[in-house]
């Protein structure tokens, strides 16, 4: 996030698309303040903005000074997929990022997450993952839930599995969309949070 002063909203967006080599449509921005003078002379306007670019500067320092922080060598690469960010990591012990059952990875998601949506005024779509651990493990839990599903819509009995990080949950409610007689509703609060896989009656 920038903030730049100009005469007019349009100089501003003009010169900072220029220096960013983006096109102005690309840039998110909020008027700060603004004056007007009489027949131009004296306006003022302030803007805070940034473009795809800086998020993927943002991303790349944050975590950048946290490994730094933590003296662990950590390679960082950083993908942009629409308005998604997929940041891929590596180190000379990945075990290390991933922590037991991946809790360390998913705290790492969730900051670097909250840190970037708080410096951007909205909610930054990020996934944190390390030698594909995440996406392995998005592929296991689809077909675990697929497994509980198929039972579900077989007895016709609501079955609750295990708790489990909202990117997972998310995940197996978006897979199981397109399952006849299914139906996906997250209960419980914090990290008790689950999923329940319901049957419902003459879905079209």
Known sequence: MQRIEGKTLEDVLSGYASSRGVEENDITYFVIEEK???????????????????????????????????????????????????????????????????????????????????????????LIDVNNYKSDRYSKVKAYARNVAKTVQTTRVTATLDAMPNDERKVIHQYLTTMHNIKTESVGEGRDRRLKIIYVENEE
């Open 36 to 126: 007007k003078g009489l027949l131009g002379i004296g306006n003022k306007v302030i803007v805070d903005l940034y473009c795809k670019k800086d998020i993927v500067d943002f991303l790349y320092n944050y975590l950048g000074t946290y490994f730094k922080g933590i003296e662990l060598d950590t390679e960082i690469d950083i993908r942009v997929d629409n308005d998604s960010y997929k940041i891929m990591l590596n180190a000379e012990n990945n075990a290390i990022l991933i922590g037991k059952a991946g809790q360390t990875l998913q705290a790492l998601n969730t900051i670097t997450r909250a840190a970037a949506s708080s410096t951007f005024r909205k909610r930054v779509h990020i």
